[in-house]
């Protein structure tokens, strides 16, 4: 019989939130080029309430198993590994399988876990950070100067665009949210949102040509799609950029007018990640490091701060499933 581990499995393989459960299933063995990891956080994540309701494939390959990040010590090395050592502190992204006492991760997939982040900070980072990261700097090519625009600027992808958008020189951060509360706490943090539009009371479009003295966004970060696309596109600038991270709204846009996308030369990019190849993904790790090293807690002081809604015990999934599907989380 295969050595065991607990993990957070799902009755009859997706469903509601009342199907999450902690049961016994097989523990990995690490690959070549893998190490093992016991964990000692994870982070939940909005792809993983999709993926519970049979909404989101599994990369090839990938664990069924929830979750995406996490934080924890190595404990196995697979064949041919050369970065890590047993016994390292680590923390990093996979395809799936975070939700468990133990996971495979590539080699090129971890970070070193600096001593001045708690295991849940740590845990916190690599999916909203290297996703933002990836829509903001690759894509983005966000530089000094620049106009920017982020959807969803409470969410986690969203505080880690803001953060890395003013880190690199911005001239103004404009974040979109539902609720006052939201959206002066996004400009009361550190390297915040300079500007904050009400999306279900404003128009941002006209809010960013306020503040752009009329010249619009260069860089536009969405994740809700239809609704907010002819928006986005009235909000770009001549030469603006716009990554989409998702489609809350919908997929199809009816009636869409191609030439001001023409006439502004506007580039729109698609973006995922947990579908990109290995060495896509570790190439991206390692360009990201260069931010990392500028990433602290939230009271610890560096230009880019890693904020936590709420910790839970892996015993109380459902309930931090519950929180983040009626969008009570930050």
Not at 136 to 145: C, P, Q, S, W
Not at 162 to 177: K, L, P
Not at 195 to 212: G, L, Q, S
Not at 226 to 238: C, D, G, P, T, Y
């Given at each position: ?11 009859d393989?997706?469903?509601p ?17 893998q190490?093992?990891v016991?964990?000692?956080a994870?982070?939940?994540?909005r ?5 519970r ?32 050592a ?10 799936g ?9 590539d ?16 845990a ?7 996703t ?19 959807h ?5 992808v ?5 953060q ?13 949210a ?11 943090i ?11 009371t404003?128009?941002?479009a ?18 809700v799609?239809q609704?907010?696309?002819a ?7 001549i030469d603006g ?15 869409v ?6 006439y ?28 990392m ?7 610890g ?10 910790v839970?015990?892996w ?5 931090a499933h519950?929180?983040?599907?009626d969008n009570?989380?930050?």
């Amino acid at each position: 019989m295969n050595p065991q581990m607990r993990a957070v499995l799902i009755k009859d393989g997706k469903g509601p939130i009342e199907n999450l459960y902690i049961g016994e299933t097989d523990k990995p063995v690490p690959a070549k080029g893998q190490v093992l990891v016991k964990i000692v956080a994870f982070g939940l994540n909005r792809m993983d309430h999709y993926q519970r309701q049979g909404g989101y494939p599994v990369p090839p390959g990938a664990s069924s198993i929830l979750g995406v990040e996490f934080s924890g010590r190595v404990t196995e090395l697979g064949e041919a590994v050369t970065k890590w050592a047993v016994g390292d502190e680590v923390f990093g992204l996979v395809g799936g399988g975070a939700y468990a006492e133990f996971v495979n991760c590539d080699e090129g997939l971890l970070l070193k876990k600096p001593g001045h982040l708690s295991w849940v900070e740590a845990a916190s980072i690599p999916e909203n950070y290297i996703t933002a990261y990836q829509a903001l700097v690759k894509y983005g090519e966000v530089k000094k100067g620049d106009h920017v625009l982020v959807h969803a600027g409470a969410s986690g992808v969203g505080i880690a665009a803001i953060q890395i958008a003013r880190e690199y020189g911005a001239a103004t951060v404009t974040a979109t949210a539902s609720t006052t509360e939201k959206l002066d706490w996004l400009r009361s943090i550190p390297n915040g949102a300079t500007h904050t539009v009400n999306y279900k009371t404003e128009d941002f479009a006209a809010e960013v040509k306020k503040t752009t003295n009329g010249k619009g966004v260069d860089v536009v970060i969405d994740f809700v799609g239809q609704s907010h696309w002819a928006k986005n596109v009235e909000s770009l600038a001549i030469d603006g950029r716009m990554t989409i991270l998702a489609t809350m709204s919908g997929n199809e846009v009816p009636n869409v007018n191609l030439g001001t996308i023409l006439y502004k030369r506007l580039r729109i990019q698609g973006s995922t990640l947990r579908s990109r190849s290995l060495q896509y993904q570790t190439e991206l790790i390692a360009s990201f490091r260069d931010i990392m090293d500028k990433v602290t807690g939230a009271n610890g002081g560096g230009p880019i701060r890693t904020y936590i809604h709420k910790v839970y015990p892996w015993t109380e999934i459902q309930r931090a499933h519950h929180e983040m599907a009626d969008n009570k989380n930050r």
